[in-house]
DNA sequence: CCTAACTGATACTAGTTTACTATCAGTTAT
DNA sequence: ATAACTGATAGTAAACTAGTATCAGTTAGG
């Protein structure tokens, strides 16, 4: 049960590097080499990133991408649904005997359960939350070295 | 984000069908017609719960499978296990740059959590439960049609 | 006004996973 | 004997994942 594909995976980091760098046009080439992760795979993520104006693209030298959207109001649940599709059930399968005779199935609503969980916890994990994270990880970093 | 697959889907309701049978054979014919499930699919899903003794096998005419573990121990979780391989995280990238300066994570470890819940929700739906399910559904059933 | 560093758009591809199908051998009740 | 079963295992089409490759256009700086 994979929950977060290599896309997400690598939206979130550069995202939290666009968010510690806020208001600064990062390229590509920057991000891949930082990150690394592969350069034309994360342009194609970054053009998603434009497409949802989560963040703007400049053309040219100096260009790359700049976060406009608040790191508070972008949650993993929404670059999940963004790069693997709606958190969405298994197929139901109409003419099982158990639901045809039951109207309703046992199984599905339990499954239906534990994904609005799922989802409900992604949308709490923001990016904000995560860039605060590295600071308090920091912090710990800088006490214990005092 | 698919949690099940197909043959664990199927696994479930056969595992139902049998649970409401227990003590009787029911070949895999029979559960593919009643539950609409493809022949040779269920033959294979059979085979891997008799490896896993959670049924036995009777060969020749008038065999089939028998549940013989209590439906109050068989776990969604364990037939997710079983079928869908380990609720494992995704490829962590050991040489991130976000990584490497801070030791750990702040992505992974949220993920695991979430992962962890997903696992105990699922550990907690046994073929019992689902069984008697059904059982409150017919009830509510002729309680209505008094 | 050239050129190097950038994005825009899109096509291609290898490998893996999913959801099956097919085959043949052996077993047992009637 | 044979029909209804399981045991074991190989094959396979389609979808998905994780990328790569190309070419066109833009812009800052010398
Ligand atoms: S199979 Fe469709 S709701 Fe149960
Ligand atoms: S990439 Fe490995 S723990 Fe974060």
């Known amino acids: 049960m994979k929950l977060l594909t290599k896309n997400t995976d690598y939206v979130v980091r550069a995202l939290i590097v666009l968010a510690m760098k806020r208001g600064q046009f990062i390229s590509a080439r920057e991000i891949s080499k930082s990150q690394n992760t592969p350069y034309q795979f994360l342009r194609q993520i970054l053009q998603k990133l434009i497409q949802n104006k989560i963040v703007v693209s400049k053309e040219g030298i100096g260009g790359g991408v700049r976060i406009v959207k608040s790191p508070s109001k972008i949650s993993v649940l929404e670059l999940i649904e963004m790069f693997q599709g709606n958190l969405e059930l298994s197929d139901c ?54």
């Open 93 to 146: 399968m109409f003419r099982n005997k158990i639901c045809q005779n039951r109207k309703t199935c046992v199984l599905r609503p339990e499954i239906k359960r534990i994904e609005n969980n799922v989802a409900l916890e992604f949308s709490k994990i923001t990016i904000e939350k995560l860039v605060k994270k590295i600071g308090e990880k920091d912090e710990k970093k800088l006490y214990r070295n005092r």
